[in-house]
């Protein structure tokens, strides 16, 4: 069945810097994939998405570029904020439809000042 | 603008306890879903119920049980609970059936079980 695999964090990075967190997952086909976001002390929200291969979902200053080659779905920003900070969730489709998702271990990113 | 509603968001029970976690969306979705979320792990889906009047398990059902009661409510129950059970849950929803789409998630509900 599908899979997905994210890398562990915690990651603490300085205002401004240069955020990646990586992701690599293992499908039947090419099902669209997903980052969620959760701030403190709410639920997951969508932040991007991209439905095909190639294509780069993006919002917030966030991008992430599905790669058939290399199976992966990094998330990237080029300048972080301290209200960046949240747990952020690689997600793809479990086998078997219904829009049921497999969501990664999550990674937590801190942001100083 | 209420979204999706859980309740309760905080529960202690004692091992063997019963209870009721209670989910409603105003948002007219087809899908609702309830998924556990344990440090390390990320979310796992216990039970899903892909429209009114049907249900069907998760990844991790051993233990719970569920009830469409209506297109709004999704209820998750612990007939008899045991500590590996102490996790955060999150009821989502979602207008969609078939894959790709969004879901719409709930604030959590946080139970201990000593």
């Known amino acids: 069945g599908n899979s997905v695999t994210q890398m562990e964090g915690p990651v603490t990075l300085s205002e401004e810097a240069f955020l990646t967190i990586n992701c690599t997952y293992t499908?039947?086909?090419?099902?669209?994939l997903f980052w969620y976001v959760q701030y403190p002390g709410e639920g997951l929200q969508l932040l991007l998405k991209a439905t095909k291969a190639d294509d780069k979902g993006s919002n917030k200053g966030f991008e992430a570029t599905y790669r058939k080659e290399t199976t992966s779905f990094h998330l990237e920003k080029g300048s972080v904020q301290v209200s960046d900070s949240a747990v952020y969730f690689c997600a793809l489709p479990l086998s078997g439809g219904y829009n049921k998702l497999i969501f990664g271990a999550g990674t937590r990113l801190a942001v100083h000042p | 603008n209420a979204g999706v509603t859980q309740t309760p968001k905080f529960q202690v029970l004692k091992t063997g306890q019963s209870m009721t976690l209670q989910c409603a969306q105003d948002?007219?979705?087809?899908?609702m879903y309830w998924y556990r979320q344990d440090p390390g792990m990320g979310l796992r889906l216990i039970y899903y119920s892909a429209s009114e009047g049907t249900t069907d398990k998760g990844e991790v059902p051993n233990g719970y049980n569920v009830s469409r009661l209506n297109k709004r409510e999704f209820s998750l129950r612990l007939e008899s609970a045991a500590p590996s059970q102490t996790s955060v849950y999150f009821c989502?929803?979602?207008?969609?059936?078939?894959?790709?789409?969004?879901?719409?998630f709930g604030e959590g509900s946080r139970l201990t079980v000593l």
């Open positions: 989502a929803s979602s207008p969609w059936t078939g894959g790709g789409g969004e879901l719409f």
């Open positions: 948002m007219n979705h087809n899908s």
């Open positions: 499908a039947t086909g090419y099902p669209s």
